[in-house]
């Protein structure tokens, strides 16, 4: 077989297709080959994974997917620009790069791949935390997840209880997965450069996942803890429960009720979701508590 002829610049893309960056659309462009290869990196073998890709953009990380050895890649894209950008990557390897003209918050990513599968992507900012907790409802569903988002955002992810970015961010990523930060990048690594540093986070989900339920329950909790973190957790709870179904549950776990959501562990928000659905008996009682 012949070799395939050369691809051609990024910037030469972005210009062929007028693929100027748009604010609305969330999109800052990763051009750099030995950041986009270590971002595939940081996700582990991918021989035999098909991959999710969102907002792949002019293709950069796309390229990268496509040297590794991931059996099939299904990108993401909204803007029939990048689409059209695509269309060579596509055209080079049809059994393994399909595109998909979408709203990536409307896609079922489980039912678009076959698994097992990850999701790889350089998230457009402005639908990242939405995406992400999508995935992490489902991430029973996921080998891996290797996520670019703003570093704050990041940050958040993998923070630890008691420090200032802990919150419920914090408390769903990492009580459905390991989380680590991989890689941070700097405003400069993108075209156009963004306003705030950015940063790779690996999640790795636990082998146990929450039932739908329980995860709803999970969001619910956190929503109203974390809601007015100022507040003692007997104050912030009481956009969730009455006051004296509070005290039950706050009690049942053994948590003071003057203690603010930040000093939570993660075992302990998983207490108190499994309580706050009836899924924890209580050895003393012998009975489901709400």
């Known amino acids: 077989m012949p070799p395939s ?27 750099d080959e030995q950041l986009t290869a270590r971002i595939v990196r940081l996700a582990g073998d991918l021989s035999g994974r098909q991959v999710l890709e969102v907002g792949p953009g002019p293709g950069g990380l796309t390229r990268a997917l496509l040297d590794s050895p991931a059996a099939r890649i299904v990108a993401v894209e909204r803007d029939a620009r990048a689409v059209a950008a695509l269309a060579a990557l596509a055209e080079e390897a049809p059994d393994r790069l399909h595109l998909i003209e979408a709203d ?12 097992p599968r990850q999701v790889i992507a350089n998230l457009p900012y402005n639908i990242a935390t939405p995406l992400l907790i999508g995935w992490l409802r489902q991430a029973g569903a996921f080998e891996r997840l290797t996520l670019m988002f703003q570093q704050e955002v990041a940050e958040r992810i993998v923070a630890a209880p008691g420090s200032g970015a802990y919150g419920r961010l914090s408390v769903l990523a990492q009580w459905t997965c390991a989380a680590r930060l991989g890689l941070r990048l700097p405003p400069a690594a993108f075209t156009p450069p963004p306003r705030v540093h950015s940063a790779v986070i690996v999640l790795t989900p636990h082998a146990d996942q929450p039932t739908p339920a329980l995860f709803a329950a999970m969001e619910r909790l956190t929503a109203a803890a974390f809601g007015q973190r100022r507040k003692m957790l007997r104050g912030a709870l009481r956009a969730l429960l009455p006051e004296p179904a509070i005290g039950a549950l706050l009690g049942g776990a053994g948590i003071a009720p003057e203690r603010r959501a930040e000093t939570l562990s993660i075992a302990e928000f998983d207490l108190l979701a499994r309580r706050l659905t009836g899924a924890y008996a209580d050895p003393h009682q012998g009975k489901e508590l709400p």
């Open 104 to 115: 990536a918050l409307a896609i079922d990513a489980p039912a678009s791949l076959a698994p």
């Open 5 to 31: 002829p050369p691809r051609p610049k990024l910037r030469e893309v972005i210009a062929r297709h007028g693929l100027a960056a748009r604010h609305a659309l969330g999109q800052h462009f990763l051009l």
